[in-house]
């Protein structure tokens, strides 16, 4: 059982940023690809921004290239999701997640979450003027 603490959200104005991190304790992290995905009211949960921590490999949504950087530290054992230029579209519940039968961020990015092992409880981001 893989568990996350997320941490990091909260209210931006449009443009601003916000810098979530995700942590845990469990010693196969390292080994398992981790994903930002959010959900919106009203909408599906969908893949952010996910990383294969032991290779480096990054997979990021349309939405999120070139504003939003995913990053891990093996040392805390965390991963980081630093937001640039916020839109009021960004805002959602954003959530840490990973699955051990998944073995790419890409693969992580692509699979339906409803197939997806571990969560996290979520951070709420709010982007508004």
């Known amino acids: 059982q893989m568990e996350f603490v997320e941490s990091g959200g909260g209210l931006a104005e449009p443009g601003g940023s916000l810098r979530l991190s995700c942590s845990t304790f469990d010693i196969n992290f390292h080994s398992t690809p981790v994903g930002w995905f959010r959900q919106a009211p009203g909408k599906e949960r969908e893949a952010v921004a996910c990383?294969?921590?032991?290779?480096?490999?990054?997979w990021y949504s349309n939405s999120a290239r070139g504003r939003l950087t995913i990053s891990s530290d093996k040392t805390t054992n965390s991963v980081t999701l630093q937001m640039n230029n916020l839109d009021p579209d960004d805002t959602a519940g954003y959530y840490c997640?990973?699955?051990?039968?998944?073995?790419?961020?890409?693969?992580?990015?692509?699979?339906?979450?409803?197939?997806?092992?571990?969560w996290g409880l979520g951070t709420q981001v709010i982007v508004s003027s």
């Open positions: 997640a990973a699955d051990g039968h998944i073995d790419s961020a890409q693969g992580l990015a692509l699979v339906h979450p409803n197939w997806i092992s571990y």
């Open positions: 990383i294969a921590i032991s290779g480096g490999e990054k």
